[in-house]
């Protein structure tokens, strides 16, 4: 399964992004989904993540009440809506999908290639 990752940018501090993520090669409707950014000099992080149902969904404490994370498996499309975008939410953002639903890095066997935002104060 390879990802797409889109919809990075520059963006003011207070400002919205809605990035997408999107398979080529199959579907992904079973599998579960996940967000991670990864900032210069730090490690990769989860931001959120989306169960094959969406019945189940986990944000870092970070983000939580400023970004949603969700799906459409109709559309084959993941996506993560930014709100009131902070400096220190800049980073390459890459979405992946796990056979099962984890929170782990390691977890997660197949990546998109990341997209950058920017976020000024």
């Known amino acids: 399964v390879q990802l797409q990752a889109s919809g990075g940018g520059l963006v003011q501090a207070g400002g919205s992004l809605r990035l997408s993520c999107t398979p080529s090669g199959r579907t992904f409707s079973s599998y579960a989904m996940g967000w991670f950014r990864q900032a210069p000099g730090k490690e990769r992080d989860i931001v959120a993540a989306i169960s094959w149902s969406g019945g189940r969904i986990y944000y870092t404490d970070s983000v939580k009440g400023r970004f949603t994370i969700s799906r459409d498996n109709a559309k084959n499309t993941l996506y993560l809506q930014m709100n009131s975008l902070k400096p220190e939410d800049t980073a390459v953002y890459y979405c992946?999908?796990?056979?099962?639903?984890?929170?782990?890095?390691?977890?997660?066997?197949?990546w998109g290639q990341g997209t950058l935002v920017t976020v000024s104060s």
């Open positions: 992946a999908a796990a056979r099962v639903y984890e929170l782990g890095t390691k977890d997660y066997h197949y």
